[in-house]
């Protein structure tokens, strides 16, 4: 991962709390692959991948951010 922070709402988000965004977003992923499309699990799985990739076209998308600052 190239991204280091990210700036959210005035706030820079530090490289371990990108990485547990990362982990919500894989955890989802692989909730969503799992379970039935019914399933209470997979329905809130694809509402934060929704809230994760809506109107982006990569859903690596904290990748794409630019690092800020230096550590």
């Given at each position: 991962?190239?991204?280091?922070?990210i700036?959210v709402a005035?706030?820079?988000?530090?490289?371990?709390?990108?990485?547990?965004?990362?982990e919500?977003y894989e955890?989802?992923c692989?909730?969503?692959?799992?379970?039935?499309?019914a399933h209470?699990a997979?329905?809130?799985a694809?509402?934060?991948?929704?809230?994760?990739?809506?109107g982006?076209?990569?859903?690596?998308?904290?990748e794409a951010?630019?690092?800020?600052?230096?550590?």
């Amino acid at each position: 991962m190239t991204a280091q922070h990210i700036t959210v709402a005035g706030d820079i988000l530090t490289p371990l709390n990108v990485a547990l965004i990362i982990e919500v977003y894989e955890a989802a992923c692989r909730v969503d692959e799992k379970l039935p499309d019914a399933h209470g699990a997979s329905i809130a799985a694809k509402r934060l991948i929704a809230a994760f990739t809506e109107g982006l076209d990569d859903s690596l998308w904290l990748e794409a951010v630019p690092p800020m600052g230096s550590a």
